[in-house]
């Protein structure tokens, strides 16, 4: 019961608090050490090899050791005091879920943007992609803003929520460490898993590794949009006829499915640096990409979150009375 009571506790607190600014936050602790042997592995390992061994090896050491250092953490709380570790697992759960710091992303963009302060609307999404901001008209700078919501719904919300789920029912483990090692292995993507130098070889394990962690997710995820659609048929033939052509094997099912339930379409040419970036359109346009957009894909995420949520908290409450109903049979 205390994986259950956890869960509750992290998505009641990732909906209302979120994550507080200035707050110790496992991903910055994740962030630093990523960065510093990121700089030791390019400094010592001159070779593609060496680099590819390099990330093998902080890929392992980091998403291994954030799961089992959540899972001392918490057990020690335990044995300070039961409600202690029911709170440090709830916080540190909480943190591996980014659901409100989606909506306040958005939010920070689409304030100054409904505003007509264009410029601000720019500085602001800066913060959040990585593509120059600097000449973005205002359809491009909604499409931004509901390219990287939808993007991380999955990597950022469902995918933490799904392993939190599948670490729920292994009463050894419980939900906290397997999510923090999903998050672990999704910082590490957003640091270093590029095909441009420096990270081509040191973050080649890493991207992959990432990919393979989100593909059961995402399509689930696709799948939980199709069913709330009330069109499951029509967004999934959408997302067979677009997602299969963006380089991503999960970044484009997920933005694929919201712009097919939302008709709209994203993708198209964005710009890195002063060099032009091509990603395949993803959807129709039958209706243009508003606040009222995003702010829609920010509530389907959250339905989908719930849902999840839901279906798991009933399977786990089903499977503790099975026990209490054998005995009674016998």
Not at 22 to 31: D, E, I, L, S
Not at 187 to 199: A, F, H, I, N, Q
Request: hydrophobic share 45%; net charge positive; proline share 6%.
């Amino acid at each position: 019961m205390t994986s259950t009571v956890a869960l509750i506790i992290a998505a009641t607190l990732d909906y209302f608090i979120g994550d507080p600014w200035g707050w110790p936050h496992p991903v910055r602790v994740m962030g630093w050490l990523i960065s510093r042997f990121t700089k030791l592995a390019l400094t010592y390992c001159q070779n593609s090899l060496t680099q590819r061994i390099a990330g093998i090896v902080l890929g392992m050491i980091l998403i291994i050791g954030s799961g089992f250092i959540g899972y001392l953490l918490i057990q020690g709380a335990r044995l300070l005091h039961p409600f202690l570790g029911i709170a440090l697992e709830s916080i540190l759960l909480a943190s591996c879920f980014a659901l409100k710091s989606l909506r306040v992303a958005a939010q920070t963009v689409l304030q100054p943007l409904t505003q007509r302060h264009i410029v601000d609307a720019r500085s602001s999404l800066s913060h959040y992609v990585g593509r120059d901001t600097e000449n973005l008209t205002e359809p491009e700078i909604l499409r931004a803003v509901l390219e990287t919501v939808t993007e991380n719904a999955t990597d950022g919300v469902m995918a933490p929520l799904f392993y939190a789920i599948i670490g729920a029912f292994i009463p050894v483990i419980g939900p906290t460490p397997l999510a923090l090692a999903y998050k672990a292995s999704s910082t590490l993507d957003s640091m270093v898993g590029y095909r441009e130098k420096p990270y081509t070889y040191i973050g080649w394990f890493s991207a992959r590794l990432e990919d393979c962690l989100t593909w059961i997710p995402c399509r689930l995820t696709v799948i939980t949009l199709a069913l709330l659609s009330g069109k499951p048929l029509y967004v999934w033939r959408i997302c067979r006829r677009d997602a299969i052509f963006d380089p991503s094997p999960n970044s484009g099912w997920s933005e694929c499915a919201y712009a097919a339930v939302l008709g709209v379409q994203v993708g198209g040419t964005n710009w890195y640096r002063g060099v032009a970036k091509h990603k395949p359109l993803l959807g129709d346009a039958i209706h243009p990409i508003t606040p009222d957009c995003i702010y829609q894909a920010l509530q389907l995420t959250r339905y989908c979150f719930w849902v999840w949520l839901g279906v798991a908290i009933s399977l786990r409450l089903a499977i503790s009375k099975l026990p209490s109903l054998g005995g009674f049979q016998n």
